[in-house]
């Protein structure tokens, strides 16, 4: 069984369009997350989610917006696709936001490119 | 801003040889963990160290975390292409209740 899951795995779009990644994590966890991984791999946390509560809300631009419909579920919808957008996006899950039970747990990644 | 600096940022060795990867800051941190992440796949969890001077190990792989809680090490003995990967490291910091601060990784590579 996966513990988190991402849609889709690889997605290819062109500059200005709209999309959505869903996540998915069966582990009974509190608290989700989204980072970006450039190219360089360094990852950068975006949001985190708390019982559905937006906890981090780093400098994102406002074309990005995240939606918790539950706990188990953290959606990321991207506006008006830029090239610099490309990159690998990450959810990931923890047990709580505190503590060693922030030991986060990571989907397999989204592979977006803007063209 | 707290900071983690890995070094180095990029590894290359032959299977068999010993190596040592280092996880920086100038700032303390409650704890802190190492992961791998391997190709086309997210990061995956290899350790939490949270006392300072803490040593764990992990079959041919043992973490330090330093006296101070402000920097931490990696060592493999005996590496094997199995090892190959980005080792990051993320530290809790005492100030900051909700996230992790990340390193920006050390990529290795072990050739058979």
């Known amino acids: 069984d996966t513990a988190v899951s991402q849609t889709p795995k690889y997605l290819v779009t062109q500059m200005g369009n709209d999309k959505s990644i869903k996540c998915e994590q069966n582990l009974g966890h509190d608290t989700m997350y989204w980072y970006k991984q450039d190219s360089k791999k360094f990852l950068k946390i975006m949001f985190s989610y708390n019982n559905k509560e937006l906890i981090i809300n780093e400098t994102v631009p406002n074309r990005f917006s995240p939606k918790s419909p539950d706990k188990a579920h953290l959606n990321l919808h991207i506006n008006s696709l830029e090239l610099g957008d490309s990159a690998v996006y990450f959810c990931a899950s923890s047990a709580a936001l505190f503590g060693v039970l922030k030991t986060q747990y990571f989907g397999p990644g989204t592979r977006l490119l803007v063209l | 801003t707290q900071l983690l600096e890995q070094s180095p940022q990029f590894l290359s060795i032959q299977e068999g040889e010993n190596l040592t990867v280092y996880c920086n800051s100038s700032?303390?941190?409650?704890?802190l963990q190492w992961y791998r992440q391997e190709p086309g796949e997210g990061p995956v969890l290899l350790v939490t160290?949270?006392?300072g001077g803490e040593v764990k190990k992990l079959k041919r792989l043992t973490f330090q975390f330093g006296d101070a809680r402000k920097d931490s090490s990696l060592h493999i003995t005996a590496a094997q292409p199995g090892d190959t990967g980005l080792y990051l490291c993320a530290g809790g910091a005492p100030d900051s209740n909700y996230q992790l601060i990340w390193g920006a990784g050390t990529k290795l590579i072990i050739k058979p």
């Open positions: 700032s303390v941190f409650s704890s």
């Open positions: 160290v949270v006392t």
